[in-house]
């Protein structure tokens, strides 16, 4: 049996303006932290023999995990289309609105559709490419929406829609 998994499905390369600004403000603290990485490893190198040396081999990983973060948002960050605007009808939901949705037993919960780059579960943002924003683009107050969960297809009424 092989290890190979196929690739997984791109991403929409959609994100909001401060999702963009947080990627950007994140990649030059990496930068910074990056050179100051290097010096502690420049540092725990001159004292001598590596192999035991656990301040260069944690510093060492800590720098391949800077650089592998960095190389993913060098790569990324150019591919993002921002959207800042807001659309034209904002009765249906579309990128970027706030969806307070109610579910069959009459509970409230709100979520906003964001890129891939920014989803939040403490925040309540999920991706657009997530199962429960599909569904809900293009709706409008007062419309239904099921979505298959794992435990099995659950409804959800839209209560309401806000753009910022």
Known sequence: MSRWRPPSPRSSPYITAAGAQRLESELKALWERRADVTRHLAAAAAEGD????????????ELRE???????LQKRLPSLT???????????????????LEDTAGEES????????????QQ?????????ARALL?????????????SGPATWFIAGVRYE
């Open 50 to 61: 590596r192999s035991e040396n656990a301040e260069y081999i944690s510093r060492k990983k």
């Open 82 to 100: 921002v959207v800042s605007q807001l659309p034209g009808n904002r009765e249906r939901i579309f990128f970027g609105a706030w969806v307070t």
């Open 138 to 150: 293009k709706k409008a107050v007062g419309d239904e929406v099921q979505v298959q969960t794992p």
């Open 66 to 72: 800077i650089d592998r973060r960095i190389r993913y």
């Open 124 to 132: 309540g943002w999920i991706s657009v490419d997530s199962p429960m």
């Open 110 to 121: 709100t979520y906003r559709i964001v890129g891939a780059d920014e989803i939040g579960t």
